[in-house]
């Protein structure tokens, strides 16, 4: 018995990949007949599908790794943020005139959170007073634009300075107090948050779902609602929902953004260095709260574009937030660090989604089974997810 | 003279809520009280998911709780006694309906009643509510909510409306009795959220009986989640596996969400959209003003379902009249004048009757208990505003025979019918300057007695 555990203590990585190699040619096995029988538009379609959808968990799960490589947490509010940008950016395109105080105060508070990250005494300087002004301006004259000729230029700023004041304000009131802290206090405080914010949003908006003709306009810019292909080679078309292909294509722009972001830029080193050790940060000179606060803005806007995405394929609604729950396995596939890895894993869990329905019809298997299966795969082979870092702890 | 006019005053005020007391109208005719509750309160206890899932149908729900009690109270409530609601949310949590069922059922006195709302809760407390002897009221439900695993034990529960699996046999025996408006060899394929609800209308009795109606039901069934992106993936196994009819057990975005997705996938010349109750609710309609349809008008447009209960639009029902003329009273918006809303009304009234009755046999509102009330439910027969009508005297706890098949259309731009096209729709100009279209209801048949298809029901196979 010994020699056996010393055996394999001592080729333990060997073993695993072994393992890893066995299950994968099993499952390759047992699936390939299984896809051998299946309609080749089916096979196709589902491609394209879990690609597209997969889009959506991506973007959803940026926002949360976003976070995590700021400070380390995992944010459990992001989809309540998600629904709460969809419903913002849907009260500034469905109201034709803003209330000027609405509209002078929204951007005055947004900007007085962004100019003073670093503490409430900052702002009283003339560059932070320049800014601030600035800020409302700009804010109130886009929040004033009349009529409908304007309501998504109106919607945009609307959405993008509430989301940086809500992501702001999670901050420095729930998450900052608790800086130097453990993180899982931070984590609870976020369960708590969502808490806060699914009261504000019903008692806000109510609980009625909101349908977001955000995608009505496609025709007009020339885009179908549906481009269809493949009627010649298949026996039935496939079909790419328009709106998808957008909230596709936003997400691999927001992924470009974000990569260049954290490689090449200070703020972005910053970022990583604050999620790696919050006191040493701060010890070597970085504005730990202003990075924290900075995150929590990004991360809410991406929050807020993913919510607006949503309703406009679905509806704004109180289910939205549980959408976040199947983001949650694209993040931990692709490693809590990694943004590349929040792109890969939204992916491929649209993909085993979608191929699951396929290939198990009327099991829910690829709702309810296959994407945490592969997760937990992937983690024991992998307990850093695809791409996470590995992190050694002397002990 | 002091005393005189203090005596003036006194008479007055006993007076003057009196003088102040609306009349009920004629129509609504409840038994005479044989006793005074003055002063009392008769509370319907409540719990539903007011801030989760289904929030979007529970919050119209208590609109209409909450105006159909005003309206009472202002009449004379239950024999003098005020109507008053007690909500407590779940927020779809059975964990919650746990909670909330341990407090009811731990008050001093208990309640004789309580208000359901969730299919899943009812299951879950069927056992418990008989045990406390607590009477529950549901809309529709479950076989195992109302009539426990084995599907033939009445509990504690009755449903003011058929069952999920007796609505979904009305539709089949009206395909099989309408076979020239469905395809050749009807396929139905089920598709629905997961859960109690979404799977309550999918069993052997139902399959059974739908095939001697000429409907085969695919063996497997597609469910979806709520916050579900795409189900475009569902809709193509079950269309590939022959379903020509889609049916669902899902309301707001679920019907619309397989409409959108019908429609997207170039299929609407290939499928009939078909459904339970709630998915000819109004927030189906309006929803679905983002999808439209190759006629241009929403895609859920002649989605068919089962309404066993009047609607809106039957103004010519006194009931309907009074629900219309109090909604706008109390400024609900569209949004909120749907299914849920109705039942809110109908549910006061229904309490209003039963503790009347009660109250009225045993003599005071203390010895009103669940097994009292239970015993006036088994005998009564009532219609609450004309809504629907309750007859559980022959033994059954769900009332079978109201049930109707209804298809949703939207109203056309003279209001006075249905649109043919999104041309000759009504639009109704939106603040985003989007529009919006007036969903109605069309009634396909009268109202007929629902197939019993719980196990061992009289339709069975």
């Known amino acids: 018995m010994a020699t056996l555990t010393s055996t394999f203590t001592q080729h333990r990585r060997t073993l695993t990949r072994a393992a890893a190699i066995i299950v994968a040619v099993l499952l390759i096995l047992w699936l390939v007949p299984i896809l051998g029988g299946q309609r080749s538009y089916r096979l196709v379609q589902s491609l394209v599908t879990g690609l597209l959808v997969g889009g959506i968990y991506a973007l959803i799960a940026l926002g949360i790794v976003i976070i995590n490589k700021a400070s380390g947490v995992f944010n459990f509010a992001h989809g309540w943020l998600m629904l709460l940008g969809g419903l913002l950016f849907f009260s500034f395109f469905s109201t034709a005139n803003v209330s000027p105080a609405a509209a002078v105060g929204l951007p005055l508070i947004a900007g007085a959170l962004v100019f003073s990250t670093n503490g409430w005494r900052s702002l009283v300087t003339r560059r932070s007073l320049i800014g601030v002004g600035g800020m409302t301006l700009v804010g109130a004259a886009l929040l004033l634009l009349p009529g409908n000729d304007w309501q998504f230029l109106r919607a945009i700023a609307g959405a993008v300075i509430g989301g940086v004041l809500v992501g702001m304000v999670v901050e420095r009131f729930a998450i900052r107090p608790l800086i130097g802290q453990p993180l899982f206090a931070m984590v609870l405080m976020t369960l708590a948050a969502s808490e806060l914010l699914h009261g504000v949003t019903q008692l806000t908006w109510g609980s009625v779902e909101i349908p977001l003709q955000v995608f009505t306009g496609l025709p007009n810019l020339g885009i179908p609602a549906q481009i269809r292909f493949g009627e010649d080679l298949f026996e039935r078309a496939v079909n790419i929902r328009a709106d998808l292909l957008v909230a596709f294509l936003l997400a691999l722009a927001a992924f470009a953004v974000f990569v260049a972001f954290f490689q090449f830029t200070s703020a972005g080193l910053s970022m990583r260095a604050t999620a790696e050790n919050q006191k040493l940060a701060q010890s070597v000179g970085l504005r730990v709260r202003t990075i924290l606060a900075v995150a929590w803005a990004i991360a809410t806007l991406l929050a807020t574009v993913a919510g607006v995405l949503q309703g406009g394929a679905s509806s704004l609604s109180l289910n939205m937030p549980f959408l976040a729950l199947r983001a949650f396995p694209a993040v931990l596939l692709g490693g809590l660090e990694s943004v590349g890895g929040a792109l890969v894993g939204g992916i491929v869990i649209g993909l085993v989604q979608e191929m699951s329905n396929l290939l198990f019809p009327g099991t829910e298997a690829g709702t309810e089974l296959a994407p945490y299966l592969v997760l937990m795969v992937v983690l024991v082979i992998r307990p850093d997810g695809l791409f996470g870092q590995k992190r050694i702890e002397r002990i | 003279m ?385 809504l629907y009508n309750i007859d559980y005297s022959g033994g059954e706890i769900r009332a079978l025979p109201d049930n109707r098949i209804a298809t949703m259309m939207f109203l056309n731009a003279t209001g006075d019918g249905p649109a043919t096209s999104g041309d000759d729709a009504m639009k109704v100009d939106l603040p985003d300057g989007t529009v919006a279209y007036i969903p109605i209801l069309v009634p396909l048949t009268g109202f007929e007695a629902a197939p019993d298809l719980r196990p061992g029901g009289a339709d069975v196979p």
């Open chain 2, 2 to 386: 002091r005393k005189l006019i203090l005596l003036v005053v006194l008479l007055l005020v006993a007076v003057t809520p009196a003088l102040a007391q609306e009349e009920l109208p004629e129509f609504i005719q409840h038994s005479e009280c044989a006793v005074d509750l003055t002063g009392q309160t008769v509370t319907i206890y409540h719990f539903g998911d007011i801030s989760g899932s289904y929030a979007f149908i529970t919050q119209p729900l208590l609109a209409g709780v909450a105006d159909a009690m005003a309206y009472f109270n202002a009449r004379g409530g239950i024999c003098g006694a005020t109507v008053a609601a007690d909500n407590r949310d779940t927020g779809g949590d059975q964990a919650q309906t746990q909670a909330h069922y341990d407090y009811y059922s731990t008050l001093d006195p208990k309640p004789a009643s309580i208000l359901l709302y969730a299919s899943g809760d009812a299951e879950l407390l069927r056992e418990q509510l008989a045990e406390d002897e607590i009477l529950a009221m549901i809309s529709a439900g479950s076989v195992a909510g109302l009539y426990g695993e084995d599907g033939m034990s009445n509990g504690w529960i009755y449903a003011t409306n058929p069952l999920y699996a007796d609505q979904i046999g009305s539709f089949c025996r009206y395909v099989g009795a309408n076979a020239a408006q469905f395809p050749e060899n009807p396929t139905l394929g089920y598709i629905s959220w997961p859960g109690a609800f979404g799977e309550a209308a999918y069993t052997p009795e139902t399959i059974a009986y739908c095939a001697s109606q000429g409907v085969t039901i695919l063996e497997s069934p597609e469910y979806f989640l709520p916050s579900a992106t795409d189900i475009s993936g569902n809709v193509l196994n079950l269309v590939d596996a022959g379903a020509n009819i889609l049916y669902t057990n899902s309301l707001a975005s679920g019907p619309f969400m397989i409409a959108k997705t019908v429609v997207d996938l170039g299929l609407e010349e290939d499928v009939v959209l078909a459904g339970v109750n709630w998915a000819l609710d109004t927030s189906v309609g309006l929803l679905s003003r983002t999808a439209l349809g190759s006629d241009g008008l929403p895609a859920v447009n002649g989605i068919i379902g089962s309404l066993p209960f009047r609607w809106w639009t039957e103004r010519a029902e006194p009931g309907i009249a009074l629900i219309n003329e109090q909604a706008a009273a109390n400024a609900r918006s569209l949004s909120t004048q749907n299914i849920a809303y109705l039942l809110g009304w109908g549910a006061v009234d229904t309490y209003i009757e039963l503790y009347i009755q009660t109250v009225s046999r045993v003599g005071s509102l203390e010895a009103a208990t669940g097994a009292e009330l239970r015993a006036t439910l088994d005998a009564m027969q009532y219609a609450p505003l004309g």
